[in-house]
């Protein structure tokens, strides 16, 4: 496990020491443990879960240049947690509405000796506002609605970093008016033949 995990590292570029790779390791191995009891993620396999949630979270960090990001609808704590893990400067708020997901993230915190981490049980539409500089949301149902329920915890300059899969321009065009397109990035996940992208999007100045 430590060795791919490692060579996945390195395909992407990455500078990571031994610890945090370790840490990595670690998250995945507790997972994994926890998913057998709470049902966490879908995805049971060691060798699909290191594609699908580690590396697949990693993937972002090389576009990572915020100091506070809130993780909307993060789940079991991807991609918050690796890109905690990997980013120890910044500071990183995973927010979920399911309860058992939260603990999951809130023992991983400790267990991981995590200090740049806050675990947050809540909807993202009843959080209240902290101006984060960086929204971001892995597999979130639609642009439109990832937008439109997290736009009051976003700071003037900051923004939305969208993770998606087979990716729509329709999506674009459904964007309400008071947001802007900036970027697309493609992704290339070591081992994974799967399309994935990075939208970059932020909000109107004018």
Request: negative net charge; hydrophobic residues 40%; charged residues 25%.
């Amino acid at each position: 496990m430590i060795e791919k995990l490692t060579q996945g590292v390195e395909s992407l570029k990455l500078d990571l020491s031994s610890q945090q790779i370790e840490k990595l390791a670690e998250l995945q191995s507790q997972l994994l443990k926890w998913n057998k009891t709470f049902n966490l993620t879908a995805i049971t396999d060691e060798e699909e879960a290191l594609k699908l949630h580690l590396l697949d979270s990693l993937a972002i960090v090389p576009f990572w240049q915020f100091s506070k990001t809130i993780d909307v609808g993060t789940g079991a704590g991807f991609p918050g947690l690796p890109l905690a893990i990997a980013l120890p400067d910044q500071k990183f708020h995973l927010l979920d509405s399911n309860s058992k997901k939260i603990r999951f993230i809130r023992q991983q915190i400790h267990h991981l000796g995590l200090t740049n981490v806050t675990a947050i049980h809540a909807r993202v539409e009843n959080h209240r506002p902290q101006d984060y500089d960086c929204i971001v949301s892995r597999a979130f149902a639609s642009l439109e609605d990832m937008v439109n329920w997290s736009k009051h915890l976003l700071a003037e300059n900051g923004h939305w970093m969208a993770m998606k899969g087979v990716f729509e321009d329709l999506e674009i065009k459904q964007l309400p008016d008071f947001v802007q397109f900036e970027e697309r990035y493609s992704l290339e996940v070591p081992g994974l033949d799967a399309d994935r992208c990075l939208i970059k999007l932020s909000k109107r100045n004018d």
